[in-house]
């Protein structure tokens, strides 16, 4: 699913932004904001973050009920990888599932 809009008001970002991390379908979704503030970029970047966390498969990794044998910590680790040009990606990876980064 994607949605895209021109330009619009900092204070019109927060909805967008909830709707990105409550719609794990939402993939693509491209908001200029007509202001330069930087809270407005803050909001903007994390937008972009959950839209991409959403294209590599977040929902499915954090409802492993929805599937039929689970999520391995293979699958795990390739989302990783997808998601290596984005370090805040890699952040909420890892939050969801710190285990990632023990060596066993």
Known sequence: ???????????????????????????????RSSSSEENSKWQQLE??????LNQIGYYQLLHPSDTACGVSKRQWVDALARARKNMHCIFYLLSANPSLCDRR
């Open 47 to 52: 937008l972009e973050t959950m839209t991409q």
């Open 1 to 31: 699913m994607s949605f895209a809009l021109d330009r619009i008001l900092v204070d019109s970002l927060h909805p967008f932004l909830q709707a990105a991390k409550q719609n794990y379908r939402l993939e693509t979704l491209r908001v």
